[in-house]
């Protein structure tokens, strides 16, 4: 039945998963027990990077590449022209319990494409995963892609056997899904994903979320994973760039599905063309506007903004110049400056080149002796650009750091790695990146006035 | 940093010897003396001679545990498995301040002596957690997992223990190239032996079907049009790239062949 030989198989096969590019093996710790192998972090374990930089922890598999499914922006889809493959589930546990002892990987990715039911796809996993974990004893970590459409009791099954489980949005509204991706819709996406997030609550005992309520904060302990339920959770993905919705669509969306659905990660990832179709642009892939999403997801999670605040409907994508923090910080300067030995916490993480560590060491270390700037630097606080935006003892590190009738563009001078009180302000061109609805500016003072309260 | 007044007290280089020193550079209240094991001082410093006593160093965890913290004895000895030029002053300094201000020491991120200790213990730590990852292990003829390393740090005894949960029943050793230890696992747990023998096994059967799985993983793996190599090697410096299964020479050869 499989003539081809299993390298190929397993290129093919690594080569269709890749543009997933969910990476994590956190948040799940389990000790191992007698008899097994394997154990996971809760901090996770990065065991190599790729040549594109990103982490590498799982074996990212399909199980199998043949696709009845035509979403425009995926590289499996049916009407493209690459070569197709399977692996048995006993091929699959294999690999993975060889990798693992060579400590190459923490653990599985695994996913599949839609043959023909996803009910069938979705069995063929559950048969490689309980090969692991019951003839294996395999202990580690887990990830199993969901696909939406497959029986509630399959979900059910694969959630008492992987650490997290995954559904891809891929694109941010239904419209854009209906057009682009026209066999799977946004009810059944979104209701597998509530239906998952319902389970783990029911599961794990916790206290369901209720809307608007707070979002995961960092310091909480994962739970541990000795029978129960996806213990690091639900992730999701979007692709930046395949369709026209904005920033501000795909950035709100996330921070309800952190909110609402208890999401523990999205990833963003810029669309790469792969094989020819008519219906998506063909331009280079937008990596600044996906670091600009990381930028902001970060900002939700970790810093306590809100969607409405970074982006609004006048001002519905990222600046290309400025990180979203900054921006936000010269949007709202009447906020500033602050007493870096008064303000509050939550104050602190507002302010450009102050960072989750160091916020929490000015809030400890102050109560034992008043900071000066040489603590703040040895604190860790990029001083660079924090400079403008605090005070110590009622004053600015340097005297003109308080004058913010120029402030735009002396970020703008150091951004581009120039001094910023240079009389003669060349303010530097970026380039035009990402797909026509991402449009460049020309920087000039007049681009920032709207925003700038007096 | 040493000037004419300080004083040296030189050890033997065991964590007993450490401790020791430190007794001593207290009892003789020391504002910023230097401990260490080599001497490579001035002309004009002072040299004392400690020797260990497993007493005295038992006195001062007990004390350090007391009167300070477990967590501030876990990051001594995290200094001490740092190795770094200097780590015995930071180490004095931390500690003293921790004897004055008892366990609130860690939050006075401020202070030049917690911040020195601090940074100093982090290096550690980062380097053994990215050596959990980056530890690669092959399966040599008499089934046993070997993995070589050339960590910066002394870091062995730090992941001995996530090893020996992972691996379960394998046979396992952990070869630090550089100190000539090495952690081997046991029946009920793992040793942290000399190890100076040239070991070089010969292979299991089915190792370098799995390496060139792992190399062809590697290389497929990466998204072409993101390709940023200067990011890569942020993340693993190159100087560790010779133990590393997908990175080192073997690899090049692999795919000049595909």
Redesign the interface.
């Known amino acids: 039945m499989q003539t081809e030989s299993l390298e190929r198989r397993f290129a093919t096969l690594v080569e269709s998963a890749k543009y997933d590019v969910s990476c994590a093996s956190s948040g799940s710790s389990r000790k191992n027990k007698a008899g097994g192998i394997g154990n996971t972090e809760s901090f996770g374990i990065c065991h190599s990077w790729a040549e594109d930089g990103r982490c590498i922890s799982l074996l990212k598999l399909l199980q199998t590449n043949k696709c009845a499914y035509e979403c425009a922006y995926c590289v499996n889809r049916a009407s493209n022209d690459i070569p197709r493959a399977s692996l048995t589930p006993e091929e699959v546990a294999q690999i993975t319990i060889n990798f693992y002892k060579r400590n190459y990987i923490e653990g599985l990715f695994l996913s599949s494409a839609v043959h023909r039911t996803p009910d069938y796809s979705t069995e063929m996993m559950i048969r490689t995963i309980e090969l692991l974990r019951k003839r294996h004893c395999f202990n580690g970590y887990i990830h199993v892609k969901g696909i939406p459409g497959a029986d509630a009791a399959l979900i059910r099954r694969l959630g008492f056997l992987a650490d997290r489980i995954s559904f891809n949005i891929e694109l941010p509204s239904a419209k854009s899904l209906a057009l682009l991706a026209p066999q799977k819709n946004k009810q059944s996406l979104v209701g597998a994903m509530r239906h998952v997030a319902g389970e783990i609550s029911n599961m794990n005992g916790l206290a369901r979320l209720a809307g608007g309520s707070a979002l995961r904060s960092p310091q909480r302990s994962p739970s541990t994973a000795s029978s129960k339920f996806i213990p690091a959770g639900q992730s999701t993905q979007m692709i930046i760039g395949a369709s026209e919705d904005s920033d501000r669509t795909i950035i709100t969306l996330s921070e309800s599905l952190y909110r609402r659905l208890a999401m523990r990660r999205v990833y963003y990832s810029a669309y790469i063309p792969v094989g020819e179709q008519s219906l998506l642009p063909v331009v280079a892939p937008p990596l600044l506007r996906e670091h600009r999403l990381y930028q902001a997801d970060w900002l939700l999670r970790f810093y306590g903004f809100q969607a409405h605040e970074l982006l609004s409907e006048a001002n519905p994508n990222f600046d290309l110049r400025l990180d979203p923090k900054a921006f936000w910080a010269i949007s709202n300067l009447h906020l500033f400056p602050l007493d870096v030995n008064r303000a509050a916490l939550e104050q602190l993480l507002r302010v450009p080149g102050i960072g989750v560590n160091s916020a929490q060491r000015i809030f400890a270390s102050r109560k034992f002796a008043q900071l000066d700037f040489a603590d703040l630097k040895r604190i860790g606080v990029v001083m660079k650009r924090a400079r403008f935006f605090i005070t110590c003892k009622g004053k600015f590190f340097d005297s003109r750091d308080g004058d913010y009738r120029r402030l735009p563009q002396r970020l703008l001078m150091l951004e581009a790695g120039g001094n910023p009180y240079e009389e003669a302000l060349q303010l530097p061109l970026f380039a035009n990146e990402g797909a026509a609805s991402y449009a460049a500016v020309v920087p000039n003072e007049e681009s920032f006035i709207p925003l700038i309260v007096q | 940093m040493t000037n004419k007044q300080d004083h040296i007290y030189l050890y033997d280089g065991s964590w007993e010897g450490l401790l020791s020193a430190f007794y001593h550079a207290c009892k003789a209240k020391e504002r910023s003396p230097e401990i260490s094991c080599e001497q490579n001082g001035g002309l004009f410093n002072e040299y004392l001679r400690i020797h260990a006593d497993d007493q005295i160093a038992r006195e001062v965890s007990g004390a350090i545990v007391q009167r300070i913290s477990r967590n501030s004895l876990y990051r001594a000895g995290l200094l001490y498995l740092s190795e770094c030029d200097g780590f015995g002053g930071v180490m004095y300094r931390y500690l003293l301040l921790g004897f004055s201000m008892g366990k ?1 020491v860690d ?6 002596a917690v ?1 020195a200790a601090h940074a100093l213990s982090r290096k550690v730590v980062c380097e053994a ?1 990215r050596f ?8 040599t003829e008499n089934n046993v ?1 070997y ?1 070589a390393i050339e960590p910066q740090h002394n870091i062995v005894p730090v992941i001995a223990p ?2 020996y ?6 046979p396992w050793i952990i070869h630090d190239l550089k100190r000539g230890i090495a952690a081997l696992s046991t029946e009920s747990g793992y040793e942290i032996l000399p190890f100076t023998i040239e070991y070089q096994p010969g292979m299991a059967d ?1 190792e370098n079907f ?1 390496q ?3 190399r ?14 200067r ?2 090697n942020r ?2 410096p190159p100087r560790y790239f010779s133990h ?3 990175l080192n020479s073997n690899s090049q050869e692999d795919f000049n062949q595909q």
Not at chain 2, 107 to 112: A, L, R
């Open positions: 609130q939050f006075y991120q401020s202070h030049e911040r957690h959990m990852g980056l530890t690669r292990f092959a399966n997992y993995a996530h090893f949960d992972r691996m379960g029943g394998e089915d799995f060139g799985l792992w062809r993983y590697y290389k497929t793996v990466s998204i072409a049009p993101k390709k940023n190599l990011l890569r993340y693993i590393l299964t997908e």
